[in-house]
């Protein structure tokens, strides 16, 4: 018989570990290392120049918390707080760069739905692989592949490769499939948005079953309400800090409540998040009117403000400025000659120009050229026809505008009988550099 | 199955930490499945299908026949010169596709790599699974012409071949691990990968004879040439069914040595591809 030991107690760091802690996380950092260079020849032509081969941001640090098994927790905070970050080091896909997290059972992330879904396998084929991947063994998938499939709903299409599906099919299969796998802790990211409210009720349904058996949940969500009814507890992250730690109901009347940083960009404005995610990682700090603070977004963005919004994006790495200033018209005793300096150094700023221009206003296109830059100027193919009606062919910028479309990073605006523009030569307003690099950081976190 | 009163409980882990090769023999079914997902999507939407596999490597004989074989005579010099060529050749194409498909195998499954956590092992050996069913039928072929012209190995002869794929097999896990690795944060690692595989049918008697290259080099020159496990590999099939096919045709000396070395470095290079992999892991979900 296995003998259960004494409920024995041990703290790395400040988490109190017991026998039946599923999850501990102590003093954990993640830091990302923003690499400008691709390929060897890059990284050894950027050290001969003096360039900047990298920079580094913490997307979590001194985080502390331990789940024990059974609860239910939820993973709150704005976009850019790092709870996504932090849902991947528990799952195992990214490592801590400091401190240490330990789980207890088998655990299962739905990070992702459909990640690992074939298109040119069948609905079955696919069952099987994914309910592999995420850990199952042949007979446990041979025992559930009834209940797995009749869950989904589309028996009939079982055997149908999984290309010929409709989206909502897809997810309910792939849904289906995560919901059954046998774990003792569950990470669900963003899940339950998917689907109709039908579906969406089943799987709310199943995730409280699979609760009441005692698995532990970890939960995303920006459907606040949702988390609030389906986890006791709720952790809220700011900054890649935990800020509150508690009632989930409390923690989301905290996160509902926080009064917004500026005070011309108020909750209700369609791009408060971003705003907020701004100013919560240091890199808009916005103006002081007596007591106050204001954004200004819709405000022209200037190139000195746009170097220091980008210094600030990439960590405020500390740079010395060089003897003899880059541009003439931003000497050393120039308020952002730094941030201006360390961005004529990154090869970010315009090339071969003598003076900068620094309070010139910064148009859409020269900033979709400037991110595809900083990206490393990836490959792409071109559009046959250009995505958007005012960036022709023979635009000087359209490789990086068509890049930018590709990642979903601009979607331009609609115009006339369907088509779309981009509005390359109108100046880029403050919001919107935020939105834009907002965007950017997701599509490619680690960035 | 959630934890329960009187079960035993479970010490608690580092998630994403794993042992390596180790935990792609745990996950054998994954492994089953990932290798037979790549066998069947990879001629999807092609009307040949599989017969690519064979339409490849006979292009590929063909050329070397006409040019080496007929124009530069080499048919008239080494006898059954077909059987040398075509058991040399399918060899170090399993190489060549094993190596450059295990090497690129990371960077091809990235989106998986970055969002589920599972033992990043499995991809590159599943490519040299999925290079072995593609071998097969190329065995099978060389078996049957073999037969119809009197092949009489012995059974070490034989056997030889069996420890030959698996060199290759050791030998190519062990650089793809090393490559693909390097590969996720340079690319530059699957264009030197390919220059690599380009030289690779030069560099081992698959071609020509071995007795070739031991006329105009230095020994120390044609012993490091045979230290190479991809000539080993060679020698070994030549041995098993070249050999036993011609009344007078030889593989160079010490075939069993060589390849005893050849097996002992191929292991070598793996444990060393999978100390660098694992190096170079809990950078992967970020660099991809």
Redo the contacts between chains.
Sequence with gaps: M?K??EARTSSPGAVQ?T????V?VAEVRKT?KLRHT????ESVVAMVRGKTISSTFDALSGVDFAIE??ESVALLGFNGSGKSTLL????????PDAG??????R?A?L??VG??F?P??SGR?NV??NA????M??DEIDARFDDIVAFSEIEKFIDTEVKHYSSGMFLRLAFSVAVHT?V?ILLVDEILSVGDEPFQRKCLDRIRELQA????LVVVSHDLDMVSKLCDRGILLREGKVVFDGEAKHAVEQMRGSAPTFVDVPASRAFFDEVEWAAAAGIAEGFEVGDRREFRPVEEITRAELAELLHRFEGSAAFEVPATPTFADVPATHPRATEIEWFAATGLAPAGVADLGPDHTVDRAEFAALLHRHAGEPAHDLPRKPTFVDVPLDHPQLTAIEWLASTGISAGWQAPRGTMEFRPETPLTREATVVFLHRYREWH??R | ?????????????????GFGLVDVVR?R??LQ??TR?DV??RY?GSVLGWAWSFVKPAALFTVYFLALGVFLRLNDTIENYPIYLFSGLILVNFFSEAFINSTRSLVENG????????PRELFPVATIFVAIVNLLPQVVILLLVCVGVGWTPTVAQALGVLLAIAIIMIFALGLGMLFGAANVS???SQNFVELIVMVAPWASPVLYQWSMVKDVVPDWLFTLYQLNPVTSAVNLMHQGFWEPTTGSGTVAPHTWVYAGIGLLSSLIVLAAGQFVFHRLE?RF???L
């Design positions: 296995p259960i030991s570990v026998d039946s802690t599923a501990a990302f691709h390929s060897i020849k098994s059974g991947k080091l528990i799952s195992g896909v990214l490592r240490t997290i330990r789980i207890r059972g655990i992330g990070i992702e990640a690992g074939h040119d396998l084929e099987y692989l592999a991947i995420l850990g063994t042949k046998e003792d058996v005692g698995t532990t976190p680690e | 199955m959630p934890l329960r009163a009187g079960d035993p409980v479970p010490e608690m882990v580092d998630p994403g930490r996950r079914y994954l499945l990932l997902k069947q999507v999807r989106p998986l790599i970055k969002k589920i956590f599972m340079y690319r530059d809990g979900a970020q660099d």
